[in-house]
């Protein structure tokens, strides 16, 4: 179960976006107690939480119902955090955990925060198998601001690796391959699920040469339109999933631009400059680990941000002939190919929740859980299609501006 409860903290910042609220469906208190009330009746043996400036208070009330509970607290001044909480019944021990700062994990990403531990199962949980079941699980809030795609590439690039290590280590501990460590992902990633940020989650790998960074997310602020006044850079996108065309090869790319005429063209420069990309753009949405990068100033229009000064490690060589074109803007993650979607599996559309995430300014999916192969999704939670006395969230009966996303998820049986 994932599920951002509404930080008091943050709501107290933000009052417009629950204009039209009663002050007392808001009280930290009562929140704190229908949140509860609602974990308790759903039971999960996994449950993340984001937004959770009461951490000790709730690992004390859920502590009575045979939770245990880590956190990862935020950077940066800010009172909430991510939390993990399992049931102890359900599980042998934690093997391992980690706390993630994003900024402090790398300069510029905001102090956003993740949590990821590792789990044995209980052995009536294992079916008394051979070897013991283990489970890496996290939790993460990505960053909210939709135009700074670059930074919440970043951080969900930065996510995906530290749980794929996580992953490699238990599997080096004892002795298997990383493929058979199971893996469940949840939180609120603050991206649309038609979006290139969820691309990337879902696929592992997105060039950012060819989507906009101001709308990497394609969530709506305050009317905004994605993608400009002409649509161009939706368009674009859409095409791209249409067509395959992330995995096009050079000779398939110099085509693409020509057929789209005007728009197109095969200067990297020239799409980077429309795109709102800039060197520490690209620093963060790709990393520094020097595999490729170091932009001209040719890369800056004058209404983008100008970057920031950088260390040298932060260089790379964008202009290196050993590396395909279609690939020096290239982010990935090290769980490329190896997540699937709970609601997508199972719903009947192919779909994710129709909307998770519902207050004054936003109504709409930005929460989800995965898993790696392994793994298969039985049933999710819905929803509600009405919310009774209420036109948005928290209400009565939500204490929350989100919906919690659930699924139950089993392993699947080896052949033979």
């Given at each position: 179960?994932?599920?951002?409860?509404?930080?008091?903290?943050?709501?107290?910042e933000?009052?417009?976006?629950?204009?039209?609220?009663?002050?007392?469906?808001?009280?930290?208190?009562?929140?704190?107690?229908?949140?509860?009330?609602?974990?308790?009746a759903?039971?999960?043996?996994?449950?993340?939480l984001?937004?959770?400036?009461?951490?000790?208070?709730?690992k004390?009330?859920?502590?009575?119902?045979?939770?245990?509970g880590?956190?990862?607290?935020?950077?940066?001044?800010?009172?909430?955090?991510?939390?993990?909480?399992?049931k102890?019944?359900?599980?042998?021990?934690?093997?391992?955990?980690?706390?993630?700062?994003?900024e402090?994990?790398?300069?510029?990403?905001?102090?956003?925060?993740?949590?990821?531990?590792?789990?044995?199962?209980?052995?009536?949980?294992?079916?008394?198998?051979?070897?013991?079941?283990?489970v890496?699980?996290?939790?993460?809030?990505?960053?909210?601001?939709p135009?700074?795609?670059?930074?919440?590439?970043?951080?969900?690039?930065?996510?995906?690796?530290a749980?794929?290590?996580?992953?490699?280590?238990?599997?080096?501990?004892?002795?298997?391959?990383?493929?058979?460590?199971?893996?469940?992902l949840?939180g609120?990633?603050n991206?649309?699920?038609?979006?290139?940020?969820?691309?990337?989650?879902?696929?592992?790998?997105?060039?950012?040469?060819?989507?906009?960074?101001?709308?990497?997310?394609?969530?709506?602020?305050?009317?905004?339109?994605?993608?400009?006044?002409?649509?161009g850079?939706?368009?674009?996108?859409?095409?791209?999933?249409?067509?395959?065309?992330?995995?096009?090869d050079?000779?398939?790319?110099?085509?693409?631009d020509?057929?789209?005429?005007?728009?197109g063209?095969?200067?990297?420069?020239?799409?980077?400059?429309?795109?709102?990309?800039?060197?520490?753009?690209?620093?963060?949405?790709?990393?520094?680990?020097?595999?490729?990068?170091?932009?001209?100033?040719?890369?800056?229009?004058?209404?983008?941000?100008?970057?920031?000064?950088?260390?040298?490690?932060?260089?790379r060589?964008?202009?290196?002939?050993?590396?395909?074109?279609?690939?020096?803007?290239?982010?990935?993650?090290?769980?490329?190919?190896?997540?699937?979607?709970?609601?997508?599996?199972?719903?009947?559309?192919?779909?994710?929740?129709?909307?998770t995430?519902w207050?004054?300014?936003?109504?709409g999916?930005?929460?989800?859980?995965?898993?790696?192969?392994?793994?298969?999704?039985?049933?999710?939670?819905?929803?509600?299609?009405?919310?009774?006395?209420?036109?948005?969230?928290?209400?009565?009966?939500?204490?929350?501006?989100h919906?919690c996303?659930?699924?139950?998820?089993?392993?699947?049986?080896?052949?033979?």
């Open positions: 179960m994932s599920y951002n409860i509404l930080a008091s903290s943050l709501a107290s933000h009052p417009e976006l629950y204009r039209g609220v009663d002050p007392r469906l808001t009280r930290p208190a009562r929140r704190r107690r229908v949140l509860v009330e609602e974990i308790k759903l039971k999960p043996d996994v449950l993340f984001q937004e959770n400036d009461a951490f000790a208070l709730f004390h009330e859920l502590g009575r119902f045979g939770y245990e880590k956190h990862a607290p935020r950077g940066g001044g800010k009172l909430d955090g991510s939390s993990v909480f399992f102890r019944d359900a599980f042998q021990e934690i093997r391992d955990f980690e706390s993630i700062d994003f402090a994990a790398e300069v510029g990403l905001r102090s956003n925060a993740a949590a990821i531990v590792t789990l044995s199962v209980a052995s009536s949980k294992a079916d008394e198998t051979s070897s013991p079941l283990i890496v699980v996290g939790c993460v809030h990505g960053l909210f601001n135009k700074r795609g670059d930074v919440k590439l970043g951080q969900m690039r930065v996510f995906f690796n749980v794929a290590r996580a992953r490699a280590r238990v599997a080096a501990e004892i002795r298997c391959s990383s493929e058979q460590i199971h893996c469940v949840g609120d990633f991206c649309a699920p038609s979006s290139p940020l969820y691309h990337f989650l879902y696929s592992g790998f997105l060039d950012v040469d060819r989507v906009d960074r101001r709308s990497l997310a394609g969530c709506l602020v305050r009317g905004e339109s994605i993608g400009g006044a002409d649509g850079v939706d368009d674009e996108f859409a095409m791209l999933l249409e067509t395959g065309g992330f995995d096009r050079d000779d398939e790319w110099a085509a693409w020509e057929l789209r005429g005007a728009r063209g095969n200067d990297v420069q020239e799409r980077l400059r429309r795109y709102y990309w800039d060197d520490e753009g690209l620093r963060l949405a790709l990393g520094t680990d020097g595999e490729t990068t170091e932009t001209t100033e040719t890369t800056r229009s004058e209404s983008s941000p100008p970057a920031r000064k950088k260390s040298s490690r932060a260089k060589s964008h202009e290196d002939e050993s590396v395909a074109p279609n690939l020096r803007f290239r982010a990935t993650h090290a769980l490329r190919g190896a997540l699937a979607s709970c609601y997508r599996a199972v719903s009947a559309d192919g779909e994710e929740a129709p909307v995430s207050h004054a300014r936003f109504k999916t930005v929460d989800y859980l995965f898993h790696t192969r392994g793994l298969r999704t039985r049933r999710v939670l819905m929803p509600p299609k009405k919310i009774k006395n209420a036109a948005q969230l928290p209400s009565e009966e939500f204490a929350s501006d919906f996303v659930v699924a139950d998820v089993e392993a699947v049986a080896e052949e033979g």
